[in-house]
């Protein structure tokens, strides 16, 4: 089946883009914008990581009450990107990113308003929509400002720029809750919102698809029940077991929509996502390594922040700089990234990233009880992070025509966010089930201990004490979760990642350096390293 001819544009759309690099410095200072955009949707993950037991306190908030706050952004982030990411690539690229991030912006300074922990949640997932608006066209403008040659650095020093969010989120948020309590880590997203905002209105170029393919709405709606339900099924698991009702009600209707899903996907003209994309490998292991190495950070932070603040005692703002060696290790690892893919090969970097990862999160679960052990461990997280996310990321938009950067770029981002909220959910799930099942009490170790403060000494003390043993357990088959998913990925990597870049049909293979090779020669013509789908592929 081949695809249709696209529309017309409308006469109100985009001004036509020309497809040429933004010329001279004018093109890193797009970098820097869309790093610090990207940064900002980052900063407000990382910030809320050190604000939850501040709000468990203050919201009288459980465990799966903080899972769906968390989760809340994620299921609506992920649910939407590919209509956004098709968005952006239809409307423009510059008006879809920009207008998501003032949203962004205003509905983080209506969080403060919050009383009930279910404010939070629907204050949460206005933000996940706005965010999903900003994240895809962050990096599709990138790559419109930037050669080919030179993507690969850009890429990396976006991704770096990115995790200076996760690097500064813990610090100030931890500063804010300490100071101001947990609705100040929503103020954070204000000013540096308003700022990009306003910069970029001037800065940044517009784009857009010269095709402006429609968007299939049934098809985004099909995708953000899917994701969704799939999220809720692994948290009413963790909260009343498998065989509950409520848990099989979930895993139906995750079931339905999938399926659903995949077949609008086969029928429309105008899918959400390139079914073709999916037979190349190299496409599949960029995706589903990110989206693993996502699983694993994400469920790694929601148990350490517990440990840190909880059982070892530390405040918010100590907790935030005690994680500080995954974000500023990660971004000198990003910074370093297409080097050693030169040197090594995309499939040995990404795959070497991942069972670095993997072995820190088992360390902190297994020996992480005090922090000596934790901060050599979080260090090899953050070196193989950043080593493996810029260099993954570039080989899955590298598969991608640039006519449909915006939609591409969202599924990248779908998948790094859907691990994301999936690696919440199954470790946060994990740790609840253990530890209620352990201590046959109060419901989180920080309820445990206010319990305890109540009891007397040595009553309280004994209660103490089997919490910490029973969230050392938890958090061990938690992490160990955690682990194993991060080093699947990196099988999964190794598996996918083999041999040359897959070209479209018609164009001949390329080494597997390609995008990480020696710089381009002045004078030279740059090799096209991006083959597009085919109508022939678009329609199967």
């Known amino acids: 089946m081949t695809t249709?001819?696209?529309?017309?544009?409308?006469?109100?759309?985009?001004?036509?883009?020309?497809?040429?690099?933004e010329p001279g410095r004018e093109r890193w200072l797009v970098l820097l914008l869309m790093g610090f955009a990207l940064c900002v949707v980052v900063l407000n993950n990382s910030s809320l990581n050190v604000a939850i037991p501040e709000l468990m306190r203050d919201l009288d908030a459980d465990l799966p009450t903080v899972q769906w706050i968390v989760d809340s952004y994620s299921i609506v982030f992920a649910g939407l990107l590919i209509v956004a990411g098709a968005w952006s690539d239809r409307w423009g690229r510059k008006r879809m990113t920009l207008g998501g991030l003032a949203v962004f912006g205003v509905a983080s300074a209506l969080a403060v308003l919050a009383t009930e922990a279910w404010h939070v949640v629907l204050v949460r997932a206005v933000l996940g929509a706005a965010?999903?608006?900003?994240?895809?066209?962050?990096l599709a403008i990138l790559l419109h400002a930037f050669p080919r040659r030179e993507r690969a650095r850009a890429i990396a020093l976006w991704t770096g720029i990115a995790v200076l969010g996760v690097a500064l989120g813990p610090v100030l948020g931890g500063l804010v809750v300490t100071t101001a309590g947990w609705s100040g880590v929503f103020w954070l997203n204000v000013p540096p919102a308003a700022a990009v905002v306003l910069a970029g209105v001037f800065l940044v170029r517009e784009s857009a698809d010269p095709q402006r393919r429609p968007t299939d709405a049934l098809g985004a709606m099909l995708s953000v029940v899917a994701v969704g339900a799939l999220v809720f099924t692994v948290i009413e698991a963790g909260q009343h077991g498998g065989l509950h009702v409520r848990t099989g009600v979930g895993a139906a209707v995750t079931l339905?929509?999938?399926?659903?899903?995949?077949?609008?996907?086969?029928?429309?003209?105008?899918?959400?996502?390139?079914?073709?994309?999916?037979?190349?490998?190299?496409?599949?292991?960029?995706?589903?390594?990110?989206?693993?190495l996502f699983f694993g950070l994400a469920g790694t932070l929601f148990v350490l922040t517990q440990r840190l603040q909880v059982q070892l005692g530390m405040s918010p703002l100590a907790a935030g700089l005690a994680v500080g060696p995954i974000a500023l290790t990660a971004f000198a690892a990003s910074a370093c990234s297409p080097l050693v893919a030169r040197r090594l090969g995309p499939r040995t970097t990404v795959t070497g990233g991942l069972l670095l990862v993997a072995a820190g999160i088992a360390v902190v679960g297994w020996w992480g009880g005090s922090y000596q052990v934790i901060a050599p461990a979080l260090v090899a997280v953050g070196v193989g992070f950043g080593a493996a996310t810029p260099v993954a990321t570039d080989l899955l938009v590298s598969t991608l025509s640039d006519d449909r950067a915006s939609s591409g770029s969202a599924l990248n981002d779908t998948m790094q966010e859907t691990g994301f909220a999936l690696g919440i959910a199954a470790v946060g799930a994990v740790l609840n089930r253990v530890f209620v099942q352990a201590l046959d009490g109060p419901g989180t170790l920080q309820q445990a201990r206010a319990v305890a403060e109540e009891l007397p000494a040595r009553a309280g003390a004994a209660l103490v004490d089997r919490a910490d043993a029973a969230f050392d357990d938890a958090a061990r088959a938690a992490l160990t979760v955690a682990a194993v998913v991060t080093a699947l990925g990196a099988a999964v990597a190794f598996r996918l990642l083999a041999g040359g870049r897959e070209p479209a049909p018609g164009q001949a293979p390329t080494e597997p350096e390609d995008t990480f090779g020696p710089p381009h020669v002045a004078g030279e013509p740059a090799p096209d390293r991006s083959p597009a789908l085919t109508a022939d592929e678009r329609g199967r």
């Open 4 to 21: 249709p001819r696209a529309e017309t544009p409308p006469d109100d759309g985009p001004p036509p883009d020309d497809g040429a690099p």
């Open 131 to 138: 965010a999903a608006f900003v994240m895809p066209g962050t």
């Open 256 to 292: 339905a929509a999938g399926v659903a899903f995949v077949r609008r996907l086969r029928r429309t003209p105008f899918p959400l996502v390139e079914l073709a994309l999916l037979r190349r490998e190299r496409f599949r292991g960029a995706a589903l390594g990110n989206m693993l």
